[in-house]
């Protein structure tokens, strides 16, 4: 009887163990995939500023032919 219990309790330390090492891996996952989201938000962060610097630069553009166009108008009458 006294064998099958400490044969048990070898058992549940091994269990232990593969717990905690698994533990230990699902946190480094967790890291490495919070780190891996927070480049991911500032890459997005980047794109959003760079679409708002593009959008504003067509707008511009867009009003620039619509002078030209309106001036080219005027000449040809």
Do not use: P, W
Request: proline share 0%; glycine share 2%.
């Amino acid at each position: 009887m006294r064998v099958r219990v400490i044969c048990i309790m070898e058992d549940l330390m091994v269990q232990l163990e593969t717990a905690r090492q698994e533990r230990v891996q699902t946190l480094k996952e967790f890291m490495r995939l919070k780190n891996e989201l927070a480049r991911a938000q500032r890459r997005c962060d980047e794109l959003r500023l760079e679409n708002g610097k593009l959008k504003e630069a067509l707008l511009v553009a867009e009003n620039e032919v619509q002078s030209l166009h309106a001036y080219a108008a005027e000449i040809v009458m």
